[in-house]
């Protein structure tokens, strides 16, 4: 099968807006096409995992092209994130994808060799015609209670089909003006990058910088006549909200598409007002390619429950009771998703694969279907009704978080000797963690324990808060009551001022 990469247009207008200039769709199909004789030539071509540890811009765009055209697989990192985590989400792969300013310090980490430098040449060689349906396209990660993110082993034979189907659905074309909101490494990226570009339209790269300035972001918006956004979360959307001059920065959208986030709670507060295009709340776990459902948000919302919608074409729903047998009409259950877009599994993890990949019963055989964690039930109308977690994970600005690696990184502070994690929501409604400690911490300012968990752990993952407790509730089976904590007033344990 070919890759989206075909989908290409092959002319002189602009594929990419960056603040330092354009790139045309020509150009980047000669530099992906470069790229990916450099890593031909050098043995890089199936199953092989290519790590693009590169700045924020185009160049990572180029990257991630060229891995596919050579028939490859990318991983991309964020290189913002500590050494450590660049590490842990590295490992397995091998090759690296880097520029000449990083591959010192991307060396000296131990990356994968060999590093292949952007203005690297080669030969002349034949680039692969195709790939195989169930070639390894890509490895997105999620957090792992083990403390080590569980790399997801994504083929491709649903991400070509997914992403003409979001063309096709979202009527994307020529005309089409999205900006790049997804962080990197997130599955969302893909959708949020390469839909516009297999439309013909132009993908706007922005500095991190901008998208994080209220102010600075508008002003992007209306020099480079956004009208779209793809894969931005809810809790974003809510922050631009109550910004001044929000509705008119707002107004030139003609498609908003959230995901990764309850949606509820931005609908709750009046946002779909904000948005005068189409809204669609997408839903869709990093195991499964990118989207398994959506919902078109109408102009009067039902804000009273958090509605993701029906399937996309090709992906089926099961709900499921914990013995995974169907539940009955209207009743809550699993949702356990099937289709092509089910990822083949978890890197070096067997029993986690085969926990959570199960027999899809109603499939054709040997199908599998991924238990997502998440419960549901089906509307009288049809739509499913998202209904929260089975277990504790945590959604955080649409990551997906095991609180036990955050406890496990905390529990390597000297002074720590219990740790759980629970979560909270502000005013506005965003998610946030909240970490709950024993130990001997009245000299352990909230700073220094951020600085601790900031070596090895993203910032979704550092708690915004840090309760002192004598000690840590039980179950009766003697798990953490994580209910218990959660509902607890904070401990006032030390002044305020001694922990900051």
Same mark, same amino acid.
């Given at each position: 099968?070919?890759?989206?990469?075909?989908?290409?247009?092959?002319?002189?207008?602009?594929?990419?807006?960056?603040?330092?200039?354009?790139?045309?769709?020509?150009?980047?199909?000669?530099?992906?096409?470069?790229?990916?004789?450099?890593?031909?030539?050098?043995?890089?071509?199936?199953?092989?995992?290519?790590?693009?540890?590169?700045?924020?811009?185009?160049?990572?765009?180029?990257?991630?092209? =060229? %891995? *596919? @055209?050579?028939?490859? #697989?990318? +991983?991309?990192?964020?290189?913002? /994130?500590?050494?450590?985590?660049?590490?842990? &989400?590295?490992?397995?792969?091998?090759?690296?994808?880097?520029?000449?300013?990083?591959?010192?310090?991307?060396?000296?980490?131990?990356?994968?060799?060999?590093?292949?430098?952007?203005?690297?040449?080669?030969?002349?060689?034949?680039?692969?015609?195709?790939?195989?349906?169930?070639?390894?396209?890509?490895?997105?990660?999620?957090?792992?209670?083990?403390?080590?993110?569980?790399?997801?082993?994504?083929?491709?034979?649903?991400?070509?089909?997914?992403?003409?189907?979001?063309?096709?659905?979202?009527?994307?074309?020529?005309?089409?003006?999205?900006?790049?909101?997804?962080?990197?490494?997130?599955? =969302? %990226? *893909? @959708?949020?990058?390469? #839909?516009? +570009?297999?439309?013909?339209?132009? /993908?706007?790269?922005?500095?991190?910088?901008? &998208?994080?300035?209220?102010?600075?972001?508008?002003?992007?918006?209306?020099?480079?006549?956004?009208?779209?956004?793809?894969?931005?979360?809810?809790?974003?959307?809510?922050?631009?909200?109550?910004?001044?001059?929000?509705?008119?920065?707002?107004?030139?959208?003609?498609?908003?598409?959230?995901?990764?986030?309850?949606?509820?709670?931005?609908?709750?507060?009046?946002?779909?007002?904000?948005?005068?295009?189409?809204?669609?709340?997408?839903?869709?776990?990093?195991?499964?390619?990118?989207?398994?459902?959506?919902?078109?948000?109408?102009?009067?919302?039902?804000?009273?429950?958090?509605?993701?919608?029906?399937?996309?074409?090709?992906?089926?729903?099961? +709900?499921?009771?914990?013995?995974?047998?169907?539940?009955?009409?209207?009743?809550?259950?699993?949702?356990?998703?099937?289709?092509?877009?089910?990822?083949?599994?978890?890197?070096?993890?067997?029993?986690?694969?085969?926990?959570?990949?199960?027999?899809?019963?109603?499939?054709?055989?040997?199908?599998?279907?991924?238990?997502?964690?998440?419960?549901?039930?089906?509307?009288?109308?049809?739509?499913?009704?998202?209904?929260?977690?089975?277990?504790?994970?945590?959604?955080?600005?649409?990551?997906?978080?095991?609180?036990?690696?955050?406890?496990?990184?905390?529990?390597?502070?000297?002074?720590?000797?219990?740790?759980?994690?629970?979560?909270?929501?502000?005013?506005?409604?965003?998610?946030?963690?909240?970490?709950?400690?024993?130990?001997? +911490?009245?000299?352990?300012?909230?700073?220094?324990?951020?600085?601790?968990?900031?070596?090895?752990?993203?910032?979704?993952?550092?708690?915004?808060?840090?309760?002192?407790?004598?000690?840590?509730?039980?179950?009766?089976?003697?798990?953490?009551?994580?209910?218990?904590?959660?509902?607890?007033?904070?401990?006032?344990?030390?002044?305020?001022?001694?922990?900051?």
């Amino acid at each position: 099968m070919t890759t989206f990469v075909s989908d290409l247009p092959d002319h002189d207008g602009p594929a990419l807006v960056t603040p330092e200039g354009r790139v045309s769709y020509r150009e980047l199909r000669r530099r992906s096409g470069s790229l990916a004789r450099v890593l031909t030539g050098r043995g890089i071509g199936p199953e092989r995992v290519c790590v693009v540890a590169l700045e924020h811009g185009a160049d990572r765009i180029v990257a991630v092209i =060229a %891995a *596919l @055209r050579a028939g490859a #697989a990318f +991983l991309v990192v964020d290189t913002d /994130l500590p050494d450590r985590r660049v590490q842990a &989400l590295s490992r397995g792969a091998h090759a690296t994808i880097t520029s000449p300013a990083l591959a010192p310090r991307l060396a000296a980490l131990g990356l994968p060799a060999p590093a292949v430098l952007l203005d690297d040449t080669a030969p002349e060689v034949p680039l692969p015609a195709g790939v195989e349906p169930r070639t390894l396209a890509y490895v997105s990660h999620t957090s792992g209670s083990t403390g080590t993110p569980n790399a997801v082993l994504i083929e491709h034979r649903w991400m070509h089909p997914y992403l003409r189907g979001i063309v096709r659905d979202y009527v994307l074309g020529p005309d089409t003006v999205a900006v790049q909101l997804a962080p990197p490494g997130f599955d =969302a %990226a *893909l @959708r949020d990058t390469f #839909a516009p +570009l297999i439309a013909g339209g132009r /993908l706007v790269v922005l500095p991190r910088s901008t &998208l994080l300035r209220p102010a600075e972001f508008f002003a992007a918006l209306a020099a480079y006549h956004v009208n779209t956004m793809l894969s931005v979360t809810p809790s974003f959307l809510s922050f631009l909200a109550n910004q001044p001059g929000a509705a008119a920065a707002l107004g030139g959208l003609r498609l908003v598409a959230t995901t990764g986030e309850p949606i509820r709670p931005f609908l709750v507060a009046g946002g779909r007002q904000l948005v005068p295009g189409r809204l669609i709340n997408q839903y869709g776990p990093t195991e499964c390619t990118m989207t398994t459902t959506r919902f078109e948000v109408p102009r009067e919302p039902d804000t009273s429950r958090d509605v993701i919608g029906v399937p996309v074409d090709g992906t089926a729903v099961r +709900l499921v009771t914990a013995d995974i047998e169907p539940v009955a009409a209207g009743a809550a259950g699993e949702i356990c998703i099937a289709g092509p877009g089910v990822a083949r599994g978890y890197a070096d993890r067997p029993a986690l694969t085969a926990e959570r990949f199960v027999p899809d019963p109603e499939g054709p055989a040997g199908a599998r279907m991924y238990r997502t964690g998440d419960l549901a039930r089906w509307r009288p109308d049809g739509t499913l009704e998202y209904l929260g977690r089975r277990d504790h994970q945590i959604k955080i600005r649409g990551y997906r978080i095991d609180p036990g690696e955050v406890e496990g990184t905390l529990l390597t502070h000297p002074a720590v000797t219990g740790a759980a994690i629970t979560a909270s929501a502000d005013e506005q409604g965003r998610t946030h963690l909240v970490a709950h400690l024993t130990g001997a +911490l009245s000299d352990v300012a909230d700073g220094a324990l951020r600085t601790h968990l900031a070596q090895t752990l993203p910032p979704h993952m550092i708690p915004r808060r840090f309760h002192r407790r004598d000690h840590l509730p039980t179950t009766r089976t003697g798990k953490v009551d994580r209910l218990a904590l959660a509902s607890a007033p904070d401990a006032p344990d030390h002044p305020e001022g001694t922990r900051r």
